[in-house]
Structure formats: structure tokens, C-alpha cells
Nanobody, 125 residues
């Protein structure tokens, strides 16, 4: 079992940067594929980025590719999401997730066993 707590959200202007963190307690992050999802008001939760359990290969949704980076510190059980060149459409609650799966279906919500409580990111134009 792992408990996930996100931080780093807030308000930003278009073009700004924010860095989200997700700290885990319990089982080591090295046992999981780690990911970020987001959910905007009235919309379904959507995949943003993932770091695979094997080797930490990175994967991104098309909407954030080239602007966001994901990194993980398995020793410190911390996951990061560096968000650059933010856009108003990035406004959402961002969730950290952990899943003990090895396939590449990063956007399949049911692959993830554990979720954080979310952190709000608001980007104004």
C-alpha cells in the first residue's frame, strides 16, 4: 500500500511554469508505474504523463508533449511534473497515481491502484 500526497499547484499566467510534487509513503515507488492525471471541471479524468515501472521510461499525452516533463526519485519516493509554457487549457486538478502494472496502457485508469487527493492548477490568459 502507498499513500500519495501532491503539492505545488497554484495559479499561473499563460506561459509560466509550475512544478508539482507527489510524495509517497509506504511501499517504495520503485514497485510502481507512476503517473499524473488531471481533471478539469465537467470533464473526465485524463492521462497527462507516466514513468514506467521498468527503467522509468517517460510517456506523455499529445496535449502536453514538449511542454511537460516527468521525473521520479525512487529513493525519496517522490514524483515530479515540471510544467512549462502553461496554457489556460491546462487548468485542472492534477492527481498523482501509482500502479503495479507492466503493460503500456498508461491512460487506463483502472491500471492504477493508488491515487493522491489532487492539487489545483489554474492558468489564466
Amino acid at each position: 500500500q502507498v499513500l500519495l500526497v501532491e503539492s505545488g499547484g497554484g495559479s499561473a499566467q499563460a506561459g509560466d511554469s509550475l512544478k508539482l510534487s507527489c510524495v509517497g509513503s509506504g511501499r517504495s515507488f520503485s514497485s510502481y508505474t507512476m503517473a499524473w492525471f488531471r481533471q478539469a471541471p465537467g470533464k473526465e479524468r485524463e492521462f497527462v504523463a507516466a514513468s514506467h515501472i521498468l527503467g522509468g521510461s517517460e510517456h506523455f499525452s499529445d496535449s502536453v508533449k514538449g511542454r511537460f516533463t516527468i521525473s521520479r526519485d525512487d529513493h525519496g519516493d517522490t514524483l515530479f511534473l515540471q510544467m512549462n509554457n502553461l496554457k489556460p487549457e491546462d487548468t485542472a486538478v492534477y492527481y498523482c497515481a501509482a500502479g503495479s502494472f507492466y503493460n503500456t496502457m498508461y491512460g487506463y485508469i483502472r491500471n492504477y491502484n493508488y491515487w493522491g487527493q489532487g492539487t489545483q492548477v489554474t492558468v489564466s490568459s
